[in-house]
């Protein structure tokens, strides 16, 4: 490998194109590490959590309809931050909001970026095992329908494919060795 060189660009201008309830849509001038300039469009998106939430061998998933994908999808529960929120109390909502659950024990696993290119999106993942049923309190606008699977039936629909989302497979996949054992 050749030396190691500074690869980091310098935003020279930003430029707000759109600013959305949750989203903003930017296209900065950056200056490159060669002296070149450049533009880069990207979304700025306050974060989320996703959260595996079991309880007496059963795996909580909602089903909802997606509509940039016109389908619905398998997903693990999961919500956006709202500005500065912190990711723990944000991922205790929204389990309680969407699934009905009051977690005592809520273990953090990680983070990722969902897609590198175009946002600045980071999601923490979580796993809640000691679970109390409550009501569920889902936003004005989400249609969810709860499913419960058995650790087995669930990573079956995953070794098959049929789970797409990815925050869903990451957690999933991160979470396999511990659940199946």
């Known amino acids: 490998m050749g030396k190691n060189m500074n690869k980091e660009e310098k935003t020279l201008k930003e430029n707000l194109i759109y600013d959305g309830r949750i989203i903003k849509v930017y296209n900065d001038e950056v200056l490159c590490p060669n002296g070149n300039k450049s533009y880069r469009e990207y979304i700025k998106h306050n974060g989320g959590v996703c959260i595996l939430a079991i309880k007496d061998g059963y795996i909580y998933f909602e089903k909802q309809f997606r509509y940039p994908y016109h389908t619905e999808v398998l997903e693990l529960p999961a919500g956006k931050l709202e500005l500065n929120e912190d990711p723990l109390e944000a991922a205790k909502r929204e389990l309680k909001e969407e699934i009905g659950f009051t977690s005592k024990n809520m273990e953090y696993i990680g983070y990722f970026y969902p897609s590198v290119g175009y ?47 990815a925050k869903t497979v990451i957690l999933l996949s991160k979470l396999k060795e511990r659940l199946l054992k």
Do not use: C, M, Q, W
């Open 119 to 165: 946002t600045n999106e980071i999601i923490r993942l979580y796993f809640s095992s000691d679970n109390e049923l409550g009501d569920t309190h889902p936003d004005e606008d989400e249609l969810i329908e709860i499913v419960k699977l058995t650790v087995k039936e669930a990573y079956e629909l995953l070794d098959k494919g049929e789970i797409a989302d």
